[in-house]
């Protein structure tokens, strides 16, 4: 992968995360339907401007709780923005993480880390923290950028999940991406 690698996204390019172009592409209830119900607590790890949380956060109903996070204020600046005085604001927890903690306790059922991991430099770190939060039947999906991350790249990532304990199978299908859903082994 190039050392373009793990640069963190910045703030500024948060519009180009959240639009109704990347909607048409990329709708959020389509990719995640087959891994989120009613009444799952999950987690978005490096959500940005919260162009899935929010909707996670109908996915999981009522009775369901998102947790939101990311290492940038800003980025979650624009979720509080989003969710402010609606009925989301009771459902998405948000919380600011730390480059290589995420420190959250609570048990959750699914974890979401999309185009997030190539930013993240201590891979272990994470898979091992998400391993200690996932509930037994619980999942991850990974999904990484086409050009920015190199199969080499996303095949490592891969291998690190699996000296954690996780086993692999295929992601959704999505068109030039790179995707992978970890369980349990
Ligand atoms: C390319 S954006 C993707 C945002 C969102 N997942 C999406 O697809 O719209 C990557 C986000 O991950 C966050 N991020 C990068 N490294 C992180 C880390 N170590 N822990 C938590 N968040 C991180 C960045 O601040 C940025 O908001």
């Given at each position: 992968m190039s050392d373009r690698g793990n640069r963190v996204c910045?703030?500024?390019?948060a519009g180009s995360l959240d639009n109704r172009i990347r909607r048409w592409?990329?709708?959020?209830?389509?990719?995640?339907?087959?891994?989120?119900?009613?009444g799952m607590t999950v987690l978005e790890?490096?959500?940005?401007?919260?162009?899935?949380?929010?909707?996670?956060a109908?996915?999981?109903?009522?009775?369901?709780?998102?947790?939101?996070?990311?290492?940038?204020?800003?980025?979650?600046?624009?979720v509080r923005d989003k969710i402010n005085g609606t009925e989301l604001e009771a459902r998405i927890k948000l919380h600011k993480c730390e480059e290589n903690k995420i420190g959250v306790s609570n048990h959750v059922d699914f974890v979401l880390l999309f185009y997030v991991v190539h930013e993240i430099p201590n891979k272990e770190g994470l898979f091992?923290?998400?391993?200690?939060?996932?509930?037994?039947k619980g999942q991850v999906l990974i999904v990484e950028p086409p050009f920015h991350v190199s199969k080499s790249a996303f095949e490592e990532t891969i291998k690190k999940?699996?000296?954690?304990?996780?086993?692999?199978?295929?992601?959704?299908?999505?068109?030039?991406?790179?995707?992978v859903i970890l369980k349990k082994g």
């Open positions: 910045p703030v500024e390019r592409f990329q709708n959020p209830q389509k990719i995640l339907r087959p891994y989120i119900k009613e790890v490096g959500c940005g401007p919260g162009f899935f949380s929010v909707d996670m109908l996915m999981a109903g009522k009775s369901g709780q998102v947790i939101a996070c990311d290492m940038q204020e800003g980025m979650l600046e624009k091992n923290e998400i391993w200690s939060i996932l509930r037994p999940a699996r000296s954690v304990g996780f086993v692999d199978t295929n992601g959704p299908n999505m068109l030039f991406h790179k995707t």
